[in-house]
């Protein structure tokens, strides 16, 4: 019986699409401003975009590799999408990757980047290696999130580069139904939206997004809400009034705004 089907069609994929795709190029957050963040938490990150209306800021599910770490940079993003065998498959294995949006992206990493990883928590997609996480902490990456998996586990245990992720698979990033398909785009990520250079900030807390643009007035705020944070701290653990001491009464804030200047003459 003859075949009815021109199979060469179907394995051509749409007119024009070349993989990878990558966004408009973008603006990354200067070094100083990170440099302050990294004197912030994500749950204060958090707290006070709340107070700004901006709600869906944490990225639920990714957990530090370790504890005690905390890392703060500019996103950098990759995004997988779903397979279609006419356009990408795994099929092609493993070296097959090195023309997809995962190598590229990791071509793109500058000093202070923050790789963001759209995987959808898939299981079977392992979207990271040793290789690859060695690649992006040498090129001067200073934290990765995925919301999926990763593979080579016992080795990447072993690196210093902070690391949120669900946990861990022995599969390849293309061997499950996932491909490494765009980068430097829009991702969604444990239910928040991340755009690039976006600043991340991450924890034992876990992951949090600021938006660019409102960053600076973040980070004013923050500043400030730490300092008197470690002031209310110390005065709890001598037994201080809850009620005084955290939020700030009135007399607990001319008793902050007082120690803050004995502190400033230090």
Same mark, same amino acid.
């Given at each position: 019986?003859?075949?009815?089907?021109?199979?060469?069609?179907?394995?051509?994929?749409?007119?024009?699409?070349?993989?990878?795709?990558?966004?408009?190029?973008?603006?990354?957050?200067?070094?100083?401003?990170?440099?302050?963040?990294?004197?912030?938490?994500?749950?204060?990150?958090?707290?006070?975009?709340?107070?700004?209306?901006?709600?869906?800021?944490?990225?639920?599910?990714?957990?530090?590799?370790?504890?005690?770490?905390? !890392? =703060? /940079?500019?996103? %950098?993003?990759?995004?997988?999408?779903?397979?279609?065998? +006419?356009?990408?498959?795994?099929? $092609?294995?493993?070296?097959?990757?090195n023309t997809s949006a995962l190598w590229a992206v990791l071509d793109d990493v500058r000093k202070n980047d923050f790789l963001v990883i759209q995987a959808y928590g898939d299981k079977h997609s392992g979207c990271l290696g040793e290789m690859l996480v060695t690649s992006f902490a040498g090129r001067g990456g200073v934290g990765i999130c995925v919301d999926g998996y990763i593979r080579d586990w016992p080795r990447i245990q072993k690196m210093d580069i902070p690391l949120w992720t669900l946990g861990a698979t022995p599969n390849y990033?293309?061997?499950?139904?996932?491909?490494?398909?765009?980068?430097?785009?829009?991702? !969604? =990520? /444990?239910?928040? %939206?991340?755009?690039?250079?976006?600043?991340?900030?991450? +924890?034992?807390?876990?992951?949090? $997004?600021?938006?660019?643009?409102?960053?600076?007035?973040?980070?004013?705020?923050?500043?400030?809400?730490?300092?008197?944070?470690?002031?209310?701290?110390?005065?709890?653990?001598?037994?201080?009034?809850?009620?005084?001491?955290?939020?700030?009464?009135?007399?607990?804030?001319?008793?902050?705004?007082?120690?803050?200047?004995?502190?400033?003459?230090?």
């Amino acid at each position: 019986m003859k075949d009815p089907f021109d199979r060469s069609k179907a394995m051509a994929g749409p007119k024009g699409l070349k993989l990878p795709i990558v966004g408009p190029s973008f603006e990354r957050a200067q070094e100083e401003l990170i440099k302050r963040f990294g004197a912030v938490s994500s749950a204060t990150a958090s707290a006070l975009m709340n107070v700004l209306g901006i709600r869906y800021t944490f990225i639920t599910g990714p957990r530090p590799l370790k504890t005690g770490q905390h !890392a =703060v /940079g500019s996103a %950098l993003t990759m995004q997988f999408m779903p397979q279609r065998e +006419d356009i990408a498959s795994g099929l $092609v294995q493993e070296q097959g990757e090195n023309t997809s949006a995962l190598w590229a992206v990791l071509d793109d990493v500058r000093k202070n980047d923050f790789l963001v990883i759209q995987a959808y928590g898939d299981k079977h997609s392992g979207c990271l290696g040793e290789m690859l996480v060695t690649s992006f902490a040498g090129r001067g990456g200073v934290g990765i999130c995925v919301d999926g998996y990763i593979r080579d586990w016992p080795r990447i245990q072993k690196m210093d580069i902070p690391l949120w992720t669900l946990g861990a698979t022995p599969n390849y990033a293309s061997q499950g139904p996932l491909y490494p398909w765009a980068h430097a785009v829009p991702v !969604a =990520v /444990g239910g928040s %939206l991340v755009l690039p250079g976006d600043i991340i900030i991450a +924890d034992d807390d876990g992951v949090v $997004v600021v938006p660019i643009n409102v960053a600076l007035d973040i980070l004013n705020v923050a500043e400030e809400h730490e300092d008197w944070e470690e002031f209310s701290r110390l005065r709890l653990e001598q037994g201080g009034a809850l009620r005084k001491y955290y939020p700030l009464s009135e007399e607990g804030q001319k008793e902050y705004e007082e120690w803050h200047k004995q502190q400033s003459a230090k």
